[in-house]
């Protein structure tokens, strides 16, 4: 997408209506592309998001020595074995995608050789330290700045070894980089859970023929020998969700999503807006190789603010932006409380969720963990996006029934997990304009 975008979105006088697909789950392309190189023999992936973040993780791969040819949405990648990569000949920038940063660091703890991790100017604000320290707890030697942030240098040659950890909060990427880092270590690593993550990971380990074993809240990786597989990517459901919120705010909707994922550890947004009376049903339900998916479709009814369950705000976690949009809807108040890791995401999503909402003339108290929003109808206005792809589209969703048009200021980002974003939505015959 070209710099300097912002979107105009004017209020649709009839209802959504239409079939979509959305493009592919981010969080699963960025883990095929790196459990495939570090396979064994020659994967291929459709289905996988063509986007900045994602592209960021084929980058580094391919810096590494890794052959990975993509056709659109279709991948080849060359495995290379768990101890095939090449020492990088430059740093490793990932741009704006904290997944693929923290995942590497498990990657590059156990090479053979040393690198430099770094990111763009947002990204090496985001916390590191809750990654580097239990890396190093493994032996590794994972040095971050004294802010604990990015640039990581990572120390090559370094022995492994297995370990129990227990995560300070919930969250799949620091999961995902002790796993991976286990695969190099000397016995066991065990991750426990304070509350389920996306288990992406596991699944796309036990795809590639190393299984993990879960009990209760644990967790446990030995070393191994991944083998390459094909597989298909589903449709992300954090970007379906929000075409779900425009569904359910927008009357006479009626739309269908179709080919989006339903991990059980992901479709706690579908519980959510349920719990507030939207009218989603569940179609044509495929289990995948490596990942379930299914058709959904959301129809307009007026929904009611809920008080958030504490136990369904990890498996949401990225779908709250669309969520606090269909809060400012709903009659009476809505209550997200538990959900500090919005504070660490692109942006400080409380904050700029919050910000966004006041300036279209919505209630709203923040909290430290997390917003009071009290339901209502949003006016026009303008709103920054604070760089953020979610919060973009989530405040262009928040337009299409305010009482006058919304602009959303510094849009670009949207290409990071959903390129085509505006596009796709014109199909339904959602009034949105992308604007130098």
Known sequence: MRAGIDYLVSPV????????????????????????????????????????????????????????????????IAGVGLHGLLAPPDTL??????????LLLGVLAGQSFASTLTGDESLVRRPMRRVADPLNSMNADVRVTPEGTLPARITGNRSLRGI???LPV???????????????????????????????????????FCPVTR??????????????????????ISSAAFFLVAGCIVPGSDLVIEGVGLNPTRRAVLDILKLMGADISVAN??????????????????MHGISIPAELVPGAIDEFPAIMVAACYARGETVLKDAAELRVKESDRIQALADGLERIGIAVETRPDGLRVEGGRPCGG?????????????????????????????????????PGFADCARQLGWEIKEVE
Do not use: W
């Open 170 to 208: 919930a969250s799949a990427q620091l999961k995902s980089a002790l796993l991976l880092a286990g695969l190099y270590a000397r016995g066991k690593t065990v991750v426990i859970e304070p509350a389920p993550t996306r288990d992406h990971t596991e699944r796309l380990l036990a795809h590639f």
């Open 13 to 76: 006088a009839g209802g959504l209506q239409g079939k979509i697909r959305v493009p592919g789950d981010k969080s699963i392309s960025h883990r095929a592309v790196i459990l495939a190189s570090l396979a064994e023999g020659v994967s291929d992936c459709s289905g996988f998001l063509d986007s900045a973040d994602t592209r960021a993780t084929m980058a580094a791969f391919r810096q590494m020595g890794v052959r990975i040819t993509q056709e659109d949405e279709l991948l080849s």
């Open 285 to 302: 339900v495929v289990e995948g190789a490596a990942e379930p998916c299914a058709d959904l479709r959301v129809k307009y009814r007026p």
């Open 382 to 418: 303008v709103v920054y996006s604070h760089g953020d792809h979610r919060i973009a589209m989530a405040f262009s969703v928040a337009g299409l029934a305010a009482s006058g048009p919304i602009t959303i200021q510094d849009c670009k980002n949207v290409d990071t997990s959903f």
């Open 215 to 236: 009990s209760g809240k644990r967790i446990m990786i030995e070393s191994g020998v991944l083998r390459a597989n094909r597989m298909r990517i589903p449709g992300d």
């Open 164 to 166: 129990e950890y227990e």
């Open 93 to 102: 920038d990932v741009g704006n995608s904290g997944t693929s940063a923290r």
